[in-house]
């Protein structure tokens, strides 16, 4: 079974501030990894996916995420945020033929 | 092109109702997926619709059920209501089954706010 742990559920930082959410998951075979996002009344939308390869992925609005193997990992990283990432961040691993699973979420709110 | 759509936005029922919500995904896509999205659990799994048939099952009681049309679109039926399944449901179209493909996107919907009183 695969299952997906995100160890931040509210994070406050100030504009300017870097980003580091984490994320791990639990799987043992090939996974595709994806950071979703969710504005305050608007509807999921992702944010970048990893599938292969290169494993510093970059998304939009300058987000990024490094896929670390042999530590399960798949942390989402922005060098400064700003007033306009507040949102609620969900980290989800789909595992080959299996569902795909979600974080719980980590809200987070910048403070201008 | 058209994004997902849910009906309706918003829903109030009682203990014991059912309720049925319905997802129209993007033309062409062939994959509905339905998640619940609480506060306290965060996103789950509910099921996957592909070419009409079930595909994929998260844990959930046999109350929530779904369905899929030749056209694709979805529905989601939830029988004899209890208070925790107040929650934002959500589904998402793929133009594949899910983890088929290694292109694969989850385009979601803005999801059925459904409160039970």
């Known amino acids: 079974a695969q299952s997906v742990s995100q160890h931040n559920h509210h994070v406050i930082l100030s504009e300017a501030a870097s980003l580091e959410l984490g994320c791990n998951y639990s799987?043992?075979?090939?996974?595709?990894l994806f950071w979703y996002v969710q504005y305050p009344g608007q509807h999921l939308q992702l944010l970048l996916k990893?599938?292969?390869?290169?494993?510093l992925v970059k998304g939009i609005k300058g987000f990024e995420a490094e896929f670390i193997k042999s530590k399960f990992s798949f942390n989402l990283r922005k060098p400064s945020v700003q007033w306009s990432d507040t949102a609620e961040y969900f980290c989800?691993?789909?595992?080959?033929?299996?569902?795909?699973?979600f974080g719980i979420g980590t809200k987070l709110q910048v403070i201008p | 092109k058209a994004g997902v759509t849910q009906t309706p936005r918003y829903l109030i029922k009682t203990r014991g109702q059912q309720v049925t919500l319905s997802c129209s995904p993007i033309?062409?896509?062939?994959?509905v997926s339905w998640y619940q999205q609480t506060p306290g659990q965060g996103l789950q799994f509910l099921f996957e619709?592909?070419?009409?048939?079930?595909?994929n099952k998260g844990n959930f009681p046999g109350r929530f059920s779904g369905r899929q049309f030749s056209n694709s679109r979805s529905e989601m039926n939830v029988s004899t209501l209890e208070l925790g399944d107040s929650a934002l449901y959500l589904c998402?179209?793929?133009?594949?089954?899910?983890?088929?493909?290694?292109?694969?996107?989850?385009?979601f919907g803005s999801g059925t706010q459904l409160s039970v009183l």
């Open positions: 619709y592909f070419s009409e048939t079930q595909r």
């Open positions: 799987y043992g075979g090939t996974v595709n």
């Open positions: 998402a179209s793929s133009l594949e089954q899910l983890f088929h493909t290694t292109n694969e996107k989850l385009f």
């Open positions: 033309s062409g896509h062939r994959s």
């Open positions: 989800a691993v789909n595992g080959g033929y299996q569902k795909v699973t």
């Open positions: 990893y599938f292969s390869g290169d494993p």
